[in-house]
């Protein structure tokens, strides 16, 4: 990706001069005109440098990247700019700057640069082509020189009003590309309207006088990768137009009156929004992170998955602005619906994102052939004791891996349900004896001190691994809560025996009428003396009949607003008084638990952080609760359960459902690229942002949509109970979705997720 300092400087230039004009009104003025541009704002353009970021030093140009030529067209869809930017700005000079030298590349590039001509790419010849080609045309040489004499026909021509088009035929029984000015002999247009109001050009070329730009192999390879960079571009454009689109609407549902108060209070519509705030930023973190691996080897898979991505949420983002808008978001007076029209203009143009998903898939397929095993080695150190902060994250992971490998069960790798203690026990104390069992905890208190970018390495590769998670609440809860909120007596009292396997840590949180409402707990703690007298119900406990002891919410002030009266306790599970009742789920698994609390005494010296300080303490726990609740391993083992079924059954030959696959896989590549942003915050030591809880929706969400298709595509063994081995089928089928089903609510359910980011994020009334 390219220097921040560069990117920055480029939105902002492209910020304040797309602003300083209304450009919507130059959208509605061209498109009255018939389409075209005004030459007067390219040369603008070509003097902001806008169309030198792709050309070479060495050719003149800026010689920069793709972040930056991204960010300028992401303004651009901002700002509804009316000139063709990607057609004319993007992809012809991405064209020439990977032609071989010649004077004649030399004499377009530097008359586009200087805004001089307007140029085009024109490839197509039937709807729906992906693959970049001559087609039918076909050209014969004039004497000695570059002339030549062109053939054929070119559909779905942008920009229409161009000075000329780079025009794709074969030569000589070989792919070529040859420049044909507009006004050449033999050359005639028909211009159609764009349903943005822009030409969209068909040329016809009968023996029409070309100049040779390339020919053979660096021709075609040439124009491949500009359509995939002209498509990357479009993407970052389609970025920008749902971008805004989301802010317009939002601005709008706050300030629309209704019945008496602004439409956006009403809840219907938050979460309407909220589902397009979280297209946005699917789209926005593939963008990041397709720009940040950019390589030849991957060029065609990365461009499909972006544009597929980021044309699916500008169509579905601007199709819902208008539906929010009423009857005024149909008008063309009003700016939403030419977003729309951008929208749809964009989306259509180099594919749709369905046959972009298709294209991924086959690509990704390859790539995924082609890639060699991770490397496990196994004569690596072990040791707990090493300098991490100083290991580079390659070797760090393959230490992991190693590590898996010589210690974790095969049998247990990529469990469909969660783990019982007495499952896991085996494995927890395993860890615990090599030193790894608590990787964040620092190394005074027994962990391994890893940095944050280790943590999550850690976390990454035991994911991939398929490592079960045992019941960790002591691991991930309790020891960073009392390292930060605890006393000292606390922390050696407790931390050795979460080490040890000697204390089962459960959750006391939800209540009966407190679930996702944790402000509303009511179990009572009464202080006597030097205990407390707890008196209620927590329910839902996960594996509390594997617990030993709680962290619990109790009231202890029930003066004051909810969040101020709450005090953060740990309670020994066996102290008299306390009753835990299993609760059998849907699956037939004793996973939850009631746990009942009458006249229990609890020492007070079990109260951590201060009396009726105990909202603050729980709030700490959320955000990374949340980003570990949204991470892509559940939805990732599910697809590869779904990948291993459609392959024992035959469903690849299956068009539909292969085309269902493809869009999950990309659901799921997604997920997981939205959760590397997040992750990457919390490896630098940042405060994970509100925003968070869009990836727990994403993530379950996902979760659940390819639980079903694998009961689906099993067919009759959808309604079996238990793990399936017969010469059709060896899955559990059931397990993903009844896991999935739980996950949308735990941890917040996903409709207090989009609450949350309706008030916390978009800012819409109450």
Request: aromatic share 6%.
């Given at each position: 990706?390219?220097?921040?300092?560069?990117?920055?400087?480029?939105?902002?230039?492209?910020?304040?001069?797309?602003?300083?004009?209304?450009?919507?009104?130059?959208?509605?003025?061209?498109?009255?005109?018939?389409?075209?541009?005004?030459?007067?704002t390219?040369?603008?353009?070509?003097?902001?440098?806008?169309?030198?970021?792709?050309?070479?030093?060495?050719?003149?140009?800026?010689?920069?990247?793709?972040?930056?030529?991204?960010?300028?067209?992401?303004?651009?869809?901002?700002?509804?700019?009316?000139?063709?930017?990607?057609?004319?700005?993007?992809?012809?000079?991405?064209?020439?700057?990977?032609?071989?030298?010649?004077?004649?590349?030399?004499?377009?590039?530097?008359?586009?640069?200087?805004?001089?001509?307007?140029?085009?790419?024109?490839?197509?010849?039937?709807?729906?082509?992906?693959?970049?080609?001559?087609?039918?045309?076909?050209?014969?040489?004039?004497?000695?020189?570059?002339?030549?004499?062109?053939?054929?026909?070119?559909?779905?021509?942008?920009?229409?009003?161009?000075?000329?088009?780079?025009?794709?035929?074969?030569?000589?029984?070989?792919?070529?590309?040859?420049?044909?000015?507009?006004?050449?002999?033999?050359l005639s247009t028909r211009h159609e309207a764009g349903v943005d109001g822009s030409a969209i050009t068909t040329l016809f070329l009968d023996n029409a006088a070309g100049r040779l730009l390339a020919v053979g192999e660096a021709a075609l390879s040439a124009l491949k990768q500009a359509e995939d960079l002209a498509r990357i571009a479009q993407g970052a454009e389609l970025v920008g137009i749902a971008r805004r689109s989301l802010e317009i609407t939002r601005d709008h549902l706050c300030t629309r009156v209704q019945f008496g108060k602004p439409i956006g209070s009403f809840q219907a519509l938050q979460h309407r929004?909220?589902?397009?705030?979280?297209?946005?930023?699917?789209?926005?973190?593939?963008?990041?992170?397709?720009?940040?691996?950019?390589?030849?080897?991957?060029?065609?898979?990365?461009?499909?998955?972006?544009?597929?991505?980021?044309?699916h949420a500008a169509v579905e983002m601007t199709r819902m602005a208008i539906q929010l808008h009423g009857a005024i978001g149909t008008t063309n007076e009003y700016d939403i619906g030419l977003y729309f029209k951008r929208a749809m203009t964009l989306a259509s143009r180099s594919g749709h994102a369905a046959s972009h998903r298709r294209r991924w898939q086959q690509h990704a397929a390859q790539a995924a052939a082609r890639a060699p095993a991770a490397a496990v080695r196994g004569d690596v150190d072990l040791s707990p004791e090493q300098d991490w902060e100083r290991m580079p994250e390659p070797q760090f992971r393959e230490l992991v891996r190693a590590l898996?490998?010589?210690?974790?069960?095969?049998?247990?790798?990529?469990?469909?349900?969660?783990?019982?203690?007495?499952?896991?026990?085996?494995?927890?104390?395993?860890?615990?004896?090599?030193?790894?069992?608590?990787?964040?905890?620092?190394?005074?208190?027994?962990?391994?001190?890893?940095?944050?970018?280790?943590?999550?390495?850690?976390?990454?590769?035991?994911?991939?691994?398929?490592?079960?998670?045992?019941?960790?609440?002591?691991?991930?809860?309790?020891?960073?809560?009392?390292?930060?909120?605890?006393?000292?007596?606390?922390?050696?009292?407790?931390?050795?025996?979460?080490?040890?396997?000697?204390?089962?840590?459960?959750?006391?949180?939800?209540?009966?009428?407190a679930g996702s409402d944790l402000a509303a707990v009511r179990t009572e703690a009464v202080l006597e003396g030097d205990h407390f007298i707890v008196n209620g119900q927590k329910t839902w406990t996960t594996w509390g009949a594997d617990g030993t002891h709680m962290f619990m919410l109790v009231r202890t002030d029930k003066t004051v607003k909810k969040q101020a009266g709450i005090s953060f306790l740990l309670v020994d599970l066996k102290t008299p008084g306390i009753t835990v009742r299993p609760i059998r789920n849907i699956a037939a698994e004793r996973e939850?638990?009631?746990?009942?609390?009458?006249?229990?005494?609890?020492?007070?010296?079990?109260?951590?952080?201060?009396?009726?300080?105990?909202?603050?303490?729980?709030?700490?726990?959320?955000?990374?609760?949340?980003?570990?609740?949204?991470?892509?391993?559940?939805?990732?083992?599910?697809?590869?359960?779904?990948?291993?079924?459609?392959?024992?059954?035959?469903?690849?030959?299956?068009?539909?459902?292969?085309?269902?696959?493809?869009?999950?896989?990309?659901?799921?590549?997604?997920?997981?690229?939205?959760?590397?942003g997040f992750a990457a915050m919390a490896k630098r030591g940042e405060?994970?942002?509100?925003?968070?809880?869009?990836?727990?929706i994403w993530s379950t969400e996902t979760y659940e949509r390819l639980a079903l298709l694998l009961i689906e595509s099993a067919q009759d063994y959808g309604a079996m109970r238990d793990h399936c081995h017969t010469d059709e089928i060896d899955l559990h089928v059931v397990a993903p979705l009844f896991n999935a089903l739980g996950a949308k609510i735990f941890a917040g359910s996903n409709e207090i997720q989009r609450n949350i980011l309706a008030k916390a994020v978009l800012e819409l009334p109450s």
């Amino acid at each position: 990706m390219g220097d921040l300092e560069s990117i920055r400087m480029f939105r902002d230039s492209a910020a304040a001069f797309l602003g300083a004009t209304d450009q919507r009104q130059r959208v509605r003025a061209l498109e009255d005109g018939g389409g075209g541009l005004d030459r007067a704002t390219w040369h603008q353009l070509a003097g902001l440098g806008w169309l030198s970021v792709l050309v070479p030093q060495d050719a003149g140009g800026l010689g920069l990247g793709m972040a930056e030529a991204a960010v300028i067209a992401e303004e651009a869809g901002r700002h509804l700019l009316p000139e063709p930017l990607v057609d004319a700005g993007v992809h012809p000079v991405a064209l020439l700057a990977r032609l071989p030298a010649s004077s004649l590349r030399q004499e377009l590039l530097d008359a586009i640069q200087s805004g001089e001509i307007v140029a085009g790419v024109s490839w197509q010849e039937c709807a729906g082509e992906l693959e970049p080609g001559c087609g039918m045309a076909c050209a014969s040489r004039h004497g000695e020189g570059d002339g030549a004499a062109v053939t054929g026909h070119k559909r779905f021509v942008r920009p229409g009003g161009a000075d000329g088009w780079i025009v794709a035929a074969s030569l000589d029984d070989e792919p070529a590309l040859f420049w044909v000015p507009a006004q050449t002999p033999g050359l005639s247009t028909r211009h159609e309207a764009g349903v943005d109001g822009s030409a969209i050009t068909t040329l016809f070329l009968d023996n029409a006088a070309g100049r040779l730009l390339a020919v053979g192999e660096a021709a075609l390879s040439a124009l491949k990768q500009a359509e995939d960079l002209a498509r990357i571009a479009q993407g970052a454009e389609l970025v920008g137009i749902a971008r805004r689109s989301l802010e317009i609407t939002r601005d709008h549902l706050c300030t629309r009156v209704q019945f008496g108060k602004p439409i956006g209070s009403f809840q219907a519509l938050q979460h309407r929004l909220v589902d397009g705030l979280i297209q946005v930023e699917l789209a926005t973190a593939v963008l990041r992170e397709g720009l940040l691996s950019l390589d030849p080897d991957n060029l065609a898979a990365t461009a499909s998955r972006i544009k597929a991505r980021c044309a699916h949420a500008a169509v579905e983002m601007t199709r819902m602005a208008i539906q929010l808008h009423g009857a005024i978001g149909t008008t063309n007076e009003y700016d939403i619906g030419l977003y729309f029209k951008r929208a749809m203009t964009l989306a259509s143009r180099s594919g749709h994102a369905a046959s972009h998903r298709r294209r991924w898939q086959q690509h990704a397929a390859q790539a995924a052939a082609r890639a060699p095993a991770a490397a496990v080695r196994g004569d690596v150190d072990l040791s707990p004791e090493q300098d991490w902060e100083r290991m580079p994250e390659p070797q760090f992971r393959e230490l992991v891996r190693a590590l898996f490998a010589r210690h974790y069960p095969a049998e247990r790798r990529h469990m469909p349900y969660r783990q019982t203690w007495a499952q896991s026990r085996g494995w927890y104390l395993t860890l615990s004896r090599l030193g790894w069992l608590a990787p964040a905890w620092p190394r005074q208190y027994g962990g391994m001190g890893l940095p944050a970018d280790k943590l999550i390495a850690y976390i990454e590769e035991s994911e991939a691994w398929g490592v079960a998670r045992p019941p960790d609440q002591g691991l991930v809860m309790i020891g960073p809560i009392l390292m930060r909120f605890g006393t000292e007596e606390q922390r050696q009292r407790f931390l050795p025996k979460v080490l040890a396997g000697e204390h089962v840590w459960t959750q006391g949180y939800s209540e009966p009428d407190a679930g996702s409402d944790l402000a509303a707990v009511r179990t009572e703690a009464v202080l006597e003396g030097d205990h407390f007298i707890v008196n209620g119900q927590k329910t839902w406990t996960t594996w509390g009949a594997d617990g030993t002891h709680m962290f619990m919410l109790v009231r202890t002030d029930k003066t004051v607003k909810k969040q101020a009266g709450i005090s953060f306790l740990l309670v020994d599970l066996k102290t008299p008084g306390i009753t835990v009742r299993p609760i059998r789920n849907i699956a037939a698994e004793r996973e939850f638990c009631e746990v009942f609390f009458d006249n229990v005494r609890v020492p007070l010296a079990n109260l951590v952080g201060e009396l009726n300080q105990g909202w603050t303490v729980a709030k700490a726990l959320l955000g990374f609760e949340r980003l570990f609740t949204g991470s892509p391993k559940h939805s990732q083992h599910t697809l590869h359960q779904l990948e291993k079924l459609a392959r024992q059954r035959g469903l690849l030959e299956d068009p539909a459902f292969v085309a269902r696959l493809a869009e999950l896989q990309l659901d799921t590549a997604d997920l997981a690229a939205a959760y590397a942003g997040f992750a990457a915050m919390a490896k630098r030591g940042e405060p994970i942002p509100a925003t968070i809880s869009m990836l727990k929706i994403w993530s379950t969400e996902t979760y659940e949509r390819l639980a079903l298709l694998l009961i689906e595509s099993a067919q009759d063994y959808g309604a079996m109970r238990d793990h399936c081995h017969t010469d059709e089928i060896d899955l559990h089928v059931v397990a993903p979705l009844f896991n999935a089903l739980g996950a949308k609510i735990f941890a917040g359910s996903n409709e207090i997720q989009r609450n949350i980011l309706a008030k916390a994020v978009l800012e819409l009334p109450s």
